[in-house]
Nanobody, 121 residues
Framework: QVQLVESGGGLVQAGGSLRLSCAGS????????MGWLRQAPGKEREFVAV????????NYADSVKGRFTISRDNAKKMVYLQMNSLKPEDTAVYYC??????????????WGQGTQVTVSS
């Protein structure tokens, strides 16, 4: 079992940067695919980025490609999302999630509580 806790959200102006962190627990952290997803008010939850078990396989939503970078440190049981050139449309609650299989948009078994990111124009 994995428990996930996100941090690093906040209020930032458009064009700014934030780095989200996700702290995992459990001895099998490295055996999980880790994803970041987000949900804006009144909208469906959407995929943002995913990283495979060793970090060599990565995928991004088209809307964040070139601006966001996902990474992981299995020794520290951490996953990160570096967000640059933020836009008001990036405003959402961001969730960290863990899954046993490669299924970027869904199929995650464990979720964090979410962290709010607000980008002002």
């Amino acid at each position: 079992q994995v428990q996930l806790v996100e941090s690093g959200g906040g209020l930032v102006q458009a064009g700014g940067s934030l780095r989200l962190s996700c702290a995992g627990s459990g001895r099998t952290f490295s055996s999980y695919v880790m994803g970041w997803l987000r949900q804006a008010p009144g909208k469906e939850r959407e995929f943002v980025a995913v990283i495979g078990w060793s970090g060599s396989r990565i995928n991004y939503a088209d809307s964040v490609k070139g601006r966001f970078t996902i990474s992981r440190d299995n020794a520290k049981k951490m996953v990160y999302l570096q967000m640059n050139s933020l836009k008001p449309e990036d405003t959402a609650v961001y969730y960290c999630a863990a899954g046993s299989t490669w299924s970027p948009s869904g199929g995650y078994e464990y979720w964090g509580q979410g962290t709010q990111v607000t980008v002002s124009s």
